[in-house]
C-alpha cells in the first residue's frame, strides 16, 4: 500500500462512453499527476495539480478532463475515448513540486479498455 | 527533445549482481531517480540521486554522473522477488519527471 488508491482497477468501455476514474491519497501531500502508460513505452505525464490549482497540461486532448476538487482527490473524466487511449492510467502524489528529492507515490492504476 | 535511453529487457541469474544503465539528455536536472515496477503494480520509489557518485541502500545502488549524462541502478544478491520493470527518471529544469521506457529484469533460478 502507498497510501494512494485509484477506483475502478479495470474498466471497460465504448467509444461514446462517458467515464470516470477517481484517485484518492491519505499522505497529506500537496501535488498530484496523472499519467499514461502504454506498453513498451515511457510515462507520459497528463495532468499536475497543486494546491487543487492545475499547473501543466501537456498537450493532452480534450476527451480526457481533470478535476481535482481537494488536495486529497483527484479525477479524470473521459468521454468519446479512442482504441488507442486504452492503457493503464495512473495517479501519483507528492509533498510539493519543485525541489527534486520529492519522490512520488503511485496508485495501483486503471486499466482502460476502449471498444 | 528530451530523451531517456535503458535497456529494454535483461536477464540475470538469482544471487548475481546486474546493473542497469540510463543515459539521458534533458533540459536542465535536477535530480535522477529509480523506480521499481512489479507486473500489474503501481511503481514504487528505490532512489534518488542528485550529487556525483554512489548512493547504496541495502542491496541496491544507484550511481550518477552529471557530466556524463549516465546513471545505473546495481542490484546485488539477486532474490526472485526482484524480478520486475525499473524505471529510470529524470527531473527537468520545470520539475517534471522525464522517463525512460524502463528495463524490463527477468531472474532466473
Known amino acids: 500500500e502507498t497510501g494512494v488508491t485509484q477506483t475502478p482497477r479495470h474498466l471497460v468501455m465504448g467509444m461514446t462512453n462517458k467515464k470516470s476514474l477517481k484517485c484518492e491519497q491519505h499522505l497529506g501531500h500537496n501535488a498530484m499527476y496523472w499519467y499514461k502508460q502504454s506498453a513498451k513505452k515511457p510515462l507520459e505525464l497528463m495532468f499536475v495539480?497543486?494546491?487543487?490549482?492545475?499547473?501543466e497540461n501537456n498537450s493532452v486532448p480534450s476527451r480526457f478532463s481533470p478535476e481535482c476538487p481537494n488536495s486529497s482527490h483527484l479525477f479524470l473524466h473521459l468521454h468519446t475515448l479512442q482504441p488507442e487511449d486504452s492503457a493503464l492510467y495512473l495517479c501519483a502524489s507528492s509533498q510539493d513540486l519543485g525541489g527534486g528529492s520529492y519522490e512520488q507515490y503511485f496508485g495501483p492504476g486503471t486499466r482502460l479498455t476502449v471498444t | 527533445g528530451q530523451n531517456i535511453d535503458q535497456p529494454t529487457e535483461m536477464t540475470a541469474t538469482e544471487g548475481a549482481i546486474v546493473q542497469i544503465n540510463c543515459t539521458y539528455q534533458t533540459s536542465g536536472f535536477n535530480g535522477l531517480f529509480w523506480y521499481q515496477q512489479h507486473a500489474g503494480e503501481a511503481p514504487t520509489f528505490l532512489s534518488y540521486?542528485?550529487l556525483d557518485g554512489l548512493e547504496e541502500k541495502g542491496r541496491f545502488s544507484s550511481f550518477l554522473s552529471r557530466s556524463k549524462g549516465y546513471s545505473y541502478l546495481l542490484l546485488k544478491e539477486l532474490q526472485m522477488k526482484d524480478s520486475a520493470s525499473y524505471l529510470c527518471a529524470v527531473m527537468d529544469s520545470n520539475y517534471q519527471l522525464i522517463w525512460g521506457a524502463g528495463t524490463k529484469l527477468i531472474i532466473k533460478p
Open positions: 540521486n542528485v
Open positions: 495539480y497543486n494546491f487543487k490549482e492545475q499547473t
